[in-house]
């Protein structure tokens, strides 16, 4: 009795719709459009109702319970802890010392100063960072390389033990280096996937909350980004946050839109910096990566920076203008699930990364993320110029550290006045390196 009960509207509407298409009139069939009509309506009623009947077969039976991988990844037993960590480091009018430079780098760094690059040196100048009397009042999280993460103070002290005794929290540089993709257009793609989920677990059981990775995405020449340069970096990033977050590591994202030499105008670097940020939000959530878990490390909206023909005499866009195209940018792209948002500093001179992120707290006062800071240069240029590798200058240096990432903090609040510590000062155009990790 169920059974006919439950296909009998199947049953009727089949049975008249037979009827509807043998009961045609000689004028319908001698017109082919109308008679298919016809059909097709009766044919759609007894679609509609075996729908309808399917539906009602299936109530009160037990439905399977279908899980996301965003819910599986929520049942993780770091979900809570890299929320927390994330917020933490996120927090309103703190930033993050990005001194994650390879040995290679950071050698090219000192000898401009005149030291040498050795290891002895290398960590004199990341314990001259560290040990900065009241940076935590400033800096939240520091990045920093393989090698620095396992080193010690003078005074036998890790340096992890020191960043956190100032409630910094230490991070991790994971990725190994850029590699040119095939095309020869000059695009990169990131390393390091390969023992990634390892190395995690040995970064954490030393005492790194959080790591990096950094993929570059060009622009301004001809044919640049491609589709492949894009899908390719944002794979990278989602599958390296991925592995981050099962081993208990916060992942700083880091999609860099170049800012090279060229005539590109600030609306251009806009709508590749939303397309990038589009595609690696999607496949952070198809790789299930908990966003609450994670960092942002963003380029800013920048207009061609003119270091060579035509954009020799290009204009550096104001603050104002800045922020409104990077504010409009997030605001796209961006969900408000991510708490921070941290802007690589990308060449700019000291005092510019500074008003430029007073600026975008000013047009975005209520922004549903954090937008602060994880600067590199934008902190240590000055520092460094100022220690040299002298002992007689390393108080001197730290004061200067102190007061760059004050007024950045500042800015990071919305409350920087001036004047600043570094004024003035100019772009610094910064060659792509490839070919590995550089140690």
Same mark, same amino acid.
């Given at each position: 009795?169920?059974?006919?009960?439950?296909?009998?509207?199947?049953?009727?509407?089949?049975?008249?719709?037979?009827?509807?298409?043998?009961?045609?009139?000689?004028?319908?069939?001698?017109?082919?459009?109308?008679?298919?009509?016809?059909?097709?309506?009766?044919?759609?009623?007894?679609?509609?109702?075996?729908?309808?009947?399917?539906?009602?077969?299936?109530?009160?039976?037990?439905?399977?319970?279908?899980?996301?991988?965003?819910?599986?990844?929520?049942?993780? =037993?770091?979900?809570?802890?890299?929320?927390?960590?994330?917020?933490?480091?996120?927090?309103?009018?703190?930033?993050?010392?990005?001194?994650?430079?390879?040995?290679?780098? &950071?050698?090219?760094?000192?000898?401009?100063?005149?030291?040498?690059? &050795?290891?002895?040196?290398?960590?004199?100048?990341?314990?001259?960072?560290?040990?900065?009397?009241?940076?935590?009042?400033?800096?939240?999280?520091?990045?920093?390389?393989?090698?620095?993460?396992?080193?010690?103070?003078?005074?036998?002290?890790?340096?992890?033990?020191?960043?956190?005794?100032?409630?910094?929290?230490?991070?991790?540089?994971?990725?190994?280096?850029?590699?040119?993709?095939? %095309?020869?257009?000059?695009?990169?793609? &990131?390393?390091?996937?390969?023992?990634?989920?390892?190395?995690?677990?040995?970064?954490?059981?030393?005492?790194?909350?959080?790591?990096?990775?950094?993929?570059?995405?060009?622009?301004?020449?001809?044919?640049?980004?491609?589709?492949?340069?894009?899908?390719?970096?944002?794979?990278?990033?989602?599958?390296?946050?991925?592995?981050?977050?099962?081993?208990?590591?916060?992942?700083?994202?880091?999609?860099?839109?170049?800012?090279?030499?060229?005539?590109?105008?600030?609306?251009?670097?806009?709508?590749?910096?939303?397309?990038?940020?589009?595609?690696?939000?999607?496949?952070?959530?198809?790789?299930?990566?908990?966003?609450?878990?994670?960092?942002?490390?963003?380029?800013?909206?920048?207009?061609?920076?003119?270091?060579?023909? =035509?954009?020799?005499?290009?204009?550096?866009?104001?603050?104002?203008?800045?922020?409104?195209?990077?504010?409009? &940018?997030?605001?796209?792209?961006?969900?408000?699930?991510?708490?921070?948002?941290?802007?690589?500093?990308?060449?700019?001179?000291?005092?510019?990364?500074?008003?430029?992120?007073?600026?975008?707290?000013?047009?975005?006062?209520?922004?549903?993320?954090?937008?602060?800071?994880?600067?590199?240069?934008?902190?240590?240029?000055?520092?460094?110029?100022?220690?040299?590798?002298?002992?007689?200058?390393?108080?001197?240096?730290?004061?200067?550290?102190?007061?760059?990432?004050?007024?950045?903090?500042?800015?990071?609040? %919305?409350?920087?006045?001036?004047?600043? =510590?570094? =004024? %003035?000062?100019?772009?610094?155009?910064?060659?792509?390196?490839?070919?590995?990790?550089?140690?």
């Amino acid at each position: 009795t169920h059974s006919v009960h439950l296909y009998a509207p199947i049953l009727l509407v089949h049975i008249a719709s037979r009827c509807v298409i043998s009961g045609l009139s000689s004028s319908d069939k001698r017109h082919p459009n109308r008679a298919r009509t016809v059909t097709m309506q009766a044919q759609m009623q007894f679609q509609s109702a075996r729908t309808v009947s399917c539906v009602r077969a299936t109530r009160g039976r037990a439905q399977p319970k279908v899980l996301c991988r965003a819910f599986n990844s929520m049942e993780s =037993p770091f979900a809570e802890e890299l929320k927390k960590n994330a917020a933490y480091i996120a927090q309103k009018g703190k930033g993050i010392l990005a001194s994650d430079e390879s040995n290679a780098t &950071t050698g090219k760094r000192l000898q401009s100063v005149g030291v040498d690059n &050795t290891e002895e040196n290398r960590r004199d100048w990341r314990e001259l960072l560290y040990t900065a009397p009241g940076l935590g009042q400033y800096v939240s999280g520091a990045i920093m390389f393989e090698e620095t993460l396992y080193q010690k103070a003078r005074d036998g002290s890790q340096f992890v033990d020191i960043l956190l005794a100032q409630g910094i929290y230490p991070g991790i540089k994971v990725d190994t280096g850029l590699q040119v993709l095939p %095309g020869g257009k000059g695009e990169t793609t &990131t390393q390091g996937l390969d023992n990634l989920a390892d190395r995690c677990k040995a970064y954490r059981k030393q005492g790194a909350k959080f790591a990096k990775w950094r993929a570059v995405i060009k622009i301004g020449e001809a044919g640049c980004p491609s589709t492949t340069a894009i899908l390719e970096n944002a794979h990278g990033l989602a599958r390296y946050a991925q592995i981050c977050q099962e081993n208990g590591l916060v992942p700083i994202v880091e999609p860099e839109v170049t800012l090279g030499p060229g005539d590109y105008s600030i609306d251009e670097t806009a709508f590749w910096s939303e397309r990038v940020y589009s595609h690696v939000m999607r496949l952070l959530n198809e790789y299930g990566v908990i966003l609450e878990g994670i960092l942002l490390k963003p380029n800013m909206c920048l207009p061609a920076r003119g270091h060579a023909p =035509p954009g020799l005499d290009a204009p550096v866009a104001s603050p104002e203008e800045v922020a409104r195209v990077t504010v409009r &940018t997030m605001m796209r792209s961006i969900p408000p699930a991510v708490p921070g948002i941290h802007f690589l500093s990308g060449g700019m001179s000291e005092e510019e990364a500074t008003l430029n992120l007073q600026a975008l707290n000013d047009e975005a006062p209520n922004a549903p993320w954090a937008l602060t800071f994880s600067y590199g240069r934008a902190l240590q240029a000055t520092t460094l110029k100022t220690w040299a590798g002298k002992e007689s200058n390393w108080a001197a240096a730290q004061d200067i550290l102190v007061k760059l990432a004050k007024a950045n903090s500042e800015a990071a609040a %919305g409350k920087f006045k001036g004047p600043h =510590p570094v =004024p %003035g000062g100019g772009r610094i155009l910064q060659a792509l390196r490839t070919g590995g990790s550089g140690k």
